[in-house]
């Protein structure tokens, strides 16, 4: 979220601000996305030199707790590990179609067990033999090699030791993208260096991949089928130019992560199940055909990495539970549960298709071919989720699901009946045409998080306007609409957002000015009318930032723009909110005149006293 941050770390070295930083996000005094002061801001209030402020942020950043955005700064991660706040879920009255997981009512009842004494004691084998038998034959039957086996605590249990026995911390893996959110915050948290790599309707794209790894990659971690944010999935063609690629790295660790397995509604394929590289594992979950409480993964892979999981497996936990185990295996026994599990596999193939051919009579294009998701590409993630929330629909913005890609929604339909595809087609529609200011959502536990950003006017039709006033122009009055000025004049804008960037710059001094609208010499950010490179103010040329007498700036009071908040606004002083039509951008005809008789918007003159 794009605000100013209230909680200020505190601190004498890289390792108490690190800490202070780490306690506010525990305490949710710092919350996902919330961005943290400059490093130099910092250290001039800490009293501290600049490098050991960017220590304790490369620190942060090495666990997985801050993500850098260039010179957007240093941003709270999503789901950082120090918190619990991992998955949302809907608000309170609309219908679910944000977590990814599998529709309850579509899961085999569980059997019934008698009571028995444990009979699993202290230096028996890790993999019950039942199920390491099943398994195999399961992973046989898709050509994969099931001579070395090992049982984890779910998938991301299995990718995290595997990633722990291949790479060193900084080594780069190659993630889908858009992907499986988790999986990039365990990428972070790990200390790796997550390589996005985009994907389409089959799957990870083999130029791209191919692209990525000529520039130095360690591990990489694709999904066959079922893809957690596109539900996309490989067919054979697919699968053979990815392996064509990886041909020509047989020392990269490769990562088959088949979470959704027999539910996925479409026949499993490998690029590395059938052997012949230096590391590689393939690992089948059991949460989404099963259920999520059945905390259990069967991986295969090559001798080495297998040995080296259950070694580090047997000095923690030791194993996953052989009651756990027989559970499953005493499903995978039965065939009444087979036939259940392909039951469900066609009522998600029949929805997704219901969702994706709805939308299509819209004009909405959604991706998916297997699994429980799709993906919609819109402009505002955010703003087209909050107005579905006010229609009754909880989707999840795409901002946790990507890194590179553009933005978008992810559609979660395990549990929508193909009969409700229409309606929320209908009201996914309007929602493009429409989008609310922002989003609130709740985490596991209740608390609010609010989820969306606030809405950025972007390439809308209707927008703000940035009013850009100086000494002896428009002192405020009728300038709003798509009003995309060229660039800012020295003494600064009043709206926040003309363009999809934003103006940089010190806010310190300068009233009217809002968190996101700040004066710069700087390029990048708000365009006002004027071409020319504007100095930055300074004392000579600002009285007000300069603390001397002098006549006021004629600038409006703190703007009350749709969409953003008081608390986003700096104390001000002054006259009106600029409102009203604005048809031209950069003429005298956006703004009247002021008492001076000088147009807000003249492009005559210089940057001076009289000009615009």
Known sequence: ??????????????????????????????TPGDRLPPVRELADELGVSPTTVAAAYSDLRRRGITAGAGRAGTRVRGAPPVSSRVYLSAPAGTRDLITGGPDPDLLPALPARPAARPTRMYGQVPVLPRLRELAAARLAADGIDATSLMVTSGALDGIERVLAAWLMPSDRVIVEDP??????????????????????????????????LAQGAGGLIVTPR?????????????????????WRYPALGVIEDDHAGPVAGVSASTVVGAGGRERWATIRSVSKSLGPDLRLAVMAGDEATIARVAGRQGLGTGWVSYQLQELVADLWADPAVAGVLRAAAEVYARRGDALRSALREHGISASGRSGFTSWVRV?????????????????????????????????????????????????FARALRHRAARLDLSDAHGQGVTLGLWRRPGRQ???????????????????????????????????????????????????????????????????????????RPNASKSPARAGTGGPAPPWPASPSWTGFPATRQLPTSGSTTPRGPSRRRGSAASCPASASGSPRWARTGSPGAGGW
């Not at 893809?227 to 699968?239: C, F, V």
């Open 1 to 30: 979220m794009n605000i100013l941050v209230r909680y200020r770390p505190q601190g004498g070295s890289a390792k108490e601000i690190s800490a202070s930083v780490e306690a506010g996000v525990r305490s949710g005094q710092l």
């Open 179 to 212: 992907g499986h959110a988790v999986t990039f915050d365990l990428v972070a948290a790990m200390g790796y260096t997550a390589v996005p790599v985009p994907v389409d309707e089959l799957g990870i794209r083999p130029a791209e991949l191919a692209a990525a």
């Open 226 to 246: 079922a893809q957690a944010a596109t539900g996309a999935a490989w067919n054979q063609d697919r699968a053979a130019a990815i392996g064509t690629v990886l």
């Open 379 to 427: 402009s505002d993630e955010d703003g087209v989720a909050a107005s579905l929330v006010s229609a009754g629909w909880a989707v999840a913005p795409g901002q946790r699901f990507r890194i590179a890609a553009p933005p978008g929604v992810r559609i979660s339909f395990a549990s929508l009946e193909a009969a409700d595809a229409a309606a929320f087609a209908a009201d």
């Open 461 to 535: 039709r209707r927008r703000a306007c940035c009013a850009c006033p100086r000494a002896g122009s428009c002192a405020g009055g009728p300038c709003s609409g798509p009003c995309r000025p060229a660039r800012c004049p020295p003494s600064g804008c009043t709206c926040l957002v003309a363009s999809r960037r934003r103006c940089r710059g010190r806010a310190a001094g300068w009233p009217g000015l809002t968190s996101g609208c700040r004066p710069t010499a700087r390029r990048r950010g708000m365009r006002c009318a004027r071409p020319g490179r504007a100095p």
